[in-house]
């Protein structure tokens, strides 16, 4: 009994108001719909969630290494662009197409990695202005109107069910990537240099931590995993888009802080984030089944973003103190 109290103990406060508001949502979704908890909808309400859940893994790197990037959006569109081209090239391999996506991604991470590391531009106007480059260069390539096909193999991945359970293709695919980034992170030594490069870049660096070369892989990360979480939505919806993704810069950012990651850097974690991704795909059903239109929706997201702000806030400054 002692050793769950303590272990209980050590959970941080963060968590603690993530995955009240976890359960809180859960309560809304039961109170809105007829059957709102059973484990199947909820399984597929999390499966539809997904590409969000990557992609906030990507921000929540990037986050606790006091970053931000704002191109995972463009990046996703770029993937799902892609996807749809090279499918119908001859002899393409969904296998190689992907491979190839993912190296683009991380191409895309890279450049803003050098531009961050090596340059006193914030992050945020960066990976800002990255963006809007990616934005111009694939609608002057598309011409405003994507072309190309998806692989039926691919959308087995977002509509198939695993052995008949209700776990699709791409809900495992989140899952494993929350543990195994969540494992490198709390369990290595790189790991935790990421944490102690956010909270003190200068300290880090002192100590003889290779602060630039954290900030390229993290951000070489997040277009990775962003480009991942663009297969996985072209997946879902079945076709390409120029403004599909637009709204995932915001939300990874909102799902990383509502899991109790910190804009400050160094603070934050995949369990967390699970909970984040959770909150927002779980709200989102319950407004959709009360038909509030999605303008609303992105009030409703940003005023949950300052709220949190305010909260992990508040926490962090009183353990500080």
Known sequence: MNRVRSTLARVPAQLWVAYGLVLACLLLLALS????????????????AAPLGVVAIAQT????????????????????IMVALLSVQPGATLAGTIAV??????????????????????????TLATAAIIQGVYSLITRGQPKGTIPGELRDLADGRILG???SGSLVVWLVLLVVVGVLLSRTVAGRRFYAVGTSPRASWLSGVPVRSHTLVAYIASGMLAALAGVLLIAYSGSP????????????VVAAVIGGAALSGGAGGMVGTFA??????????????????????????GTVLIAMLFVNGRILGSRRR
């Open 33 to 48: 719909t007829t059957g709102g908890l059973s484990p199947d909808r909820v399984l597929r309400i999390l499966s539809n």
């Open 61 to 80: 790197i990037v986050i606790i290494n006091r970053g931000i990037d704002l191109s995972v959006g463009p990046i996703m569109n770029t993937a799902g």
């Open 101 to 126: 996506v993912l190296v683009a991604g991380a191409a895309i991470g890279l450049v803003n990695g050098v531009l961050l590391a090596y340059t006193r531009i914030p992050p945020l106007l960066g």
């Open 165 to 167: 359970s209700a776990f």
């Open 241 to 252: 888009s120029l403004t599909a993704a637009d709204n995932y810069a915001l939300n990874s």
């Open 276 to 301: 984040g991704v959770a909150v927002l795909s779980l709200l989102t059903t319950v407004l959709n089944s009360f038909n509030v239109p999605s303008a609303v929706q992105l009030i409703v997201n």
